[in-house]
Nanobody, 126 residues
């Protein structure tokens, strides 16, 4: 069983920066993909970024590309989402998710993820 626990959410001013973290535990991660997703009130959950665990290949949604960066610390089994220049519309509950994959790749569909964190609230003030 894999567990994912997010931390680091909170209130940030528009144009500032915030980093959220996700500690993943329970199994080895050489063939995992991890991702960050978010859900704003009244909206569907969307995938923001994904990363392949070993090679660190990344994928971003257009809405956050060039502002957000996903990374991972393989030794500590932690995945990060660095949010630069956030906007009020980035306000949402942010979720970390993980899944086993065949080969070195990342997953870009929500239904492909098997293990989920509880979510952390990020609020961007204008």
């Amino acid at each position: 069983q894999v567990h994912a626990v997010e931390s680091g959410g909170g209130l940030v001013q528009a144009g500032g920066s915030l980093r959220v973290s996700c500690a993943v535990s329970g199994r080895t991660f050489s063939t995992y993909s991890a991702g960050w997703l978010r859900q704003a009130p009244g909206k569907e959950r969307q995938l923001l970024a994904a990363i392949s665990w070993s090679a660190g290949n990344t994928h971003y949604a257009y809405s956050v590309k060039s502002r957000f960066t996903i990374s991972r610390d393989s030794g500590r089994n932690v995945v990060y989402l660095q949010m630069n220049s956030p906007k009020p519309e980035d306000t949402a509950v942010y979720y970390c998710a993980a899944a086993t994959v065949a080969g070195e790749r990342y997953l870009v569909q929500e239904y492909q993820y098997d293990y989920w964190g509880q979510g952390t609230q990020v609020t961007v003030s204008s």
